[in-house]
């Protein structure tokens, strides 16, 4: 007979109740000021305990996105108080879908160290690193009419970049960042051409890095990311994108 683990059970249960209303915060369903329902609506409407529904309410509190106060009930926060860079805030507003705001504070992130990470795997990075970071390169240029597969392949890219400018705290922020990077992603592979024309920005990353020369690399992330800012904004807010 099998064994059961019905703690496990029970916390599953109350991530999933989180997830579900931290996915409707997102998505601005409650907006920030407005009040949940009370715990017993809340217990009825999601079919689950009221020591289940604390237990999410506790975690979406320890994330930023609601407070609970006596005689006033649990309130979502502004975003200004989230946790932007909680994985699973993350993996929510990747799940969410498109969002104009966070993507662009998402790109503009990126730009503040990004470019630094290409200076300095520029000075850094091992041979091994580099032929390492070529390679992938190559890989992207052979699917960059496969969506799916270049993104993958895209991220790692940019990941190995951070691995080989040896700062362990920029590589985890990287990290952190790469569930948000593939909603970016997923929004630029809307523009036709886009992964073919973005294929030599990639390149001259590389060739920089493997010239030693960082403010090089530093200008080819800039640029490359700048663009991708740009594509975003024509995507999401319908301006004409690039044929």
């Not at 994985?87 to 969002?99: K, Q, R």
């Not at 390492?132 to 597969?149: G, N, P």
């Not at 909603?183 to 590389?206: D, F, K």
């Amino acid at each position: 007979m099998a064994k059961e683990f019905p703690a496990l059970e029970r916390a599953s249960l109350y991530k999933q109740v989180a997830r579900q209303i931290g996915l409707s915060i997102i998505r601005r369903d409650y907006l920030p000021g407005e009040a949940l329902a009370s715990e017993p609506e809340l217990s009825v409407q999601l079919n689950v305990s009221r020591t289940v529904l604390r237990e999410a309410l506790k975690t979406l509190s320890a994330k930023g996105l609601v407070e609970a106060r006596p005689k006033i009930g649990t309130r979502v926060l502004p975003r200004a108080r989230w946790n932007l860079l909680d994985p699973e805030i993350l993996a929510w507003h990747y799940e969410a879908g498109p969002d104009t705001e966070f993507l662009r504070a998402l790109s503009e992130v990126r730009l503040m160290l990004e470019p630094m990470a290409a200076r300095l795997a520029a000075d850094r990075a091992t041979e091994e690193e580099i032929a390492e970071i070529a390679h992938c390169c190559q890989e992207m240029a052979a699917v960059t009419d496969d969506a799916e597969k270049y993104i993958a392949i895209d991220l790692h890219f940019h990941l190995l970049i951070c691995d080989a400018a040896h700062n362990e705290l920029l590589r985890s922020i990287m990290q952190t960042l790469s569930q948000a990077m593939r909603a970016s992603r997923l929004v630029t592979a809307q523009i036709p051409g886009g992964n073919r024309e973005a294929m030599p920005l990639h390149t001259n990353i590389v060739q920089a890095i493997q010239q030693r020369d960082g403010s090089a690399a530093e200008l080819a992330a800039r640029t490359l990311i700048e663009l991708t800012m740009q594509d975003i904004s024509r995507v999401l807010e319908g301006e004409p994108v690039r044929e």
